[in-house]
């Protein structure tokens, strides 16, 4: 699943991309930006990858680092558009070209679109796209094709984008089970929903209270001529992108990249929890246990942490060993220690004996596995990886998580399930028959399904008056105490 929260903002075509994860290289020296032809057919692999079922972050990932910035600009883009491009190509060919002619066709076309957010004039675009074709050997052989294709849009695009206006799929650039979907489950909102889907995500940041505090944040970001926005004691919202390493004191762990909705996490959890005061007057405290399951890439982790108190302890599980190690590099930047266990945290008999000595938590959050269909402005490409069958299959992880770490939670203990979802499946739903199926769980007021069109239950959230953030769902589940 597509880490959401960390990756701040795609670039511009030809400026720098921000991720919290990669630091990408320079230019080359000669300071000009390759080619629009090749970064046209990085492009175009890329959105063949995608079509095989690859991740955009690993496709992305191994394209040459000088063209980077420019593929991931036009590649997002393609994504928002690829519906309306692929009913535009089955117009102009009703018999497909072969994959890599297909995907260089479709990039231009739905960079070409009237209403895609790209700086490139139109004629520029067909001319570069032909040139793509002639200069690579996959598609070479098809050039002719693409360019009979792509001057033919260009005499009669109004007549062929009019003519696919009531296809739903290019209307709304997503596939058609997942418009269905989203109509059932929020008759009143999907619309906007999609419509927020394929806008640009803002670059949120939580700073470490344990580090800094608004105020002297504040006179970092106006020394270092940024603009940003405050949704709460602790979030805000800049005013324009920028790589994290020149975000004011980011190496030095006093922030955090990480949307909005996401940051709601650690608070919710930790409501109403206090360390429990010793028997004996004067007595330390009894820390806190707290459990942040499939943990990975660490956000929530480290926000936990930053909320808590030195004596309460966290410990961190992710099935993946390589996510786990980035769960320790966040950690480390912040300056805070968790225990960071790979496991798979449904298979708690191999892992809470021997590793937390059977000791039972006061809290645990679930963020669990899931479509990630509430993060398609991040992660384009998962709208397109994504199949109808997959949010059944989702579901019952879902479900085996939340009966395995139930047993886990102390009597009186609160239990924190999310997805980074829009579909009810993925939310409302499964939490009604967690409840229907475990009398000692109550559930506690809740966001429930945050959707940023409209906020929680169909309010603003009080902590993000912007209503720009990602798609959430919360539930706090709490547990019985024993009578």
Request: proline share 8%.
């Amino acid at each position: 699943m597509p880490e959401h929260g960390t990756r701040a903002a795609e670039p511009a075509p030809g400026q720098p991309a921000q991720t919290a994860q990669h630091k990408l290289p320079a230019r080359p020296a000669s300071g000009l930006a390759p080619p629009l032809w090749q970064q046209l057919q990085a492009t175009a692999q890329a959105l063949q990858g995608v079509r095989q079922g690859q991740s955009l972050t690993a496709l992305l990932e191994a394209v040459d680092a000088a063209l980077r910035p420019g593929v991931q600009a036009l590649t997002f883009q393609v994504l928002r558009r690829l519906g309306q491009a692929q009913a535009l190509r089955q117009l102009l060919a009703r018999r497909a070209p072969p994959p890599a002619a297909d995907a260089l066709l479709c990039s231009a076309l739905a960079l070409g679109c009237e209403s895609a957010d790209t700086p490139y004039e139109i004629h520029t675009l067909v001319d570069q796209a032909v040139e793509a074709a002639k200069r690579h050997p996959a598609t070479r052989g098809q050039a002719a094709f693409l360019n009979a294709c792509l001057r033919r849009f260009l005499r009669e695009r109004e007549a062929l984008t009019q003519a696919i206006a009531h296809d739903p799929v290019a209307q709304w650039n997503h596939p058609l089970w997942w418009i269905e979907r989203l109509q059932k489950d929020h008759p009143g909102h999907w619309q906007a929903i999609l419509r927020q889907a394929n806008t640009r995500a803002p670059m949120a940041l939580r700073i470490n209270l344990q580090r800094t505090d608004k105020a002297h944040y504040q006179q970092a970001l106006a020394a270092a001529g940024m603009q940003a926005s405050w949704v709460s004691s602790h979030g805000l919202v800049m005013a324009r992108a920028c790589p994290v390493q020149q975000l004011p004191g980011f190496a030095q762990g006093q922030v955090s990249v990480q949307d909005g909705a996401a940051q709601l996490a650690a608070p919710l959890l930790l409501q109403g929890l206090v360390p429990r005061s010793a028997s004996q007057k004067g007595a330390a405290p009894v820390p806190l246990r707290v459990l942040d399951a499939c943990a990975a890439p660490g956000g929530k982790t480290a926000h936990l942490l930053e909320l808590l108190q030195p004596q309460d302890r966290v410990v961190a599980i992710d099935i993946d060993a390589s996510r786990c190690e980035r769960i320790h590099q966040n950690l480390q930047r912040l300056g805070l220690q968790a225990q960071v266990l790979v496991a798979d945290a449904a298979q708690s008999a191999q892992w809470w004996p021997q590793h937390c000595q059977s000791q039972l938590f006061d809290a645990i959050l679930l963020d669990a596995p899931c479509t990630a269909s509430g993060i398609v402005r991040r992660h384009p490409d998962v709208r397109w990886l994504r199949r109808a069958t997959d949010v059944a299959q989702l579901g019952q992880r879902q479900s085996a998580l939340l009966a395995a770490l139930w047993p886990l939670l102390k009597p009186g203990g609160q239990l924190l399930y999310c997805t980074c979802s829009v579909f009810k499946a993925e939310g409302s739903e499964q939490i009604q028959t967690f409840v229907a199926r475990n009398t000692d769980a109550v559930l506690a007021p809740s966001p429930g399904h945050l959707l940023p069109p409209i906020g929680a239950n169909g309010t603003p959230v009080p902590d993000n008056p912007l209503s720009d953030h990602d798609s959430f769902f919360y539930a706090l589940l709490q547990k019985r105490l024993l009578a």
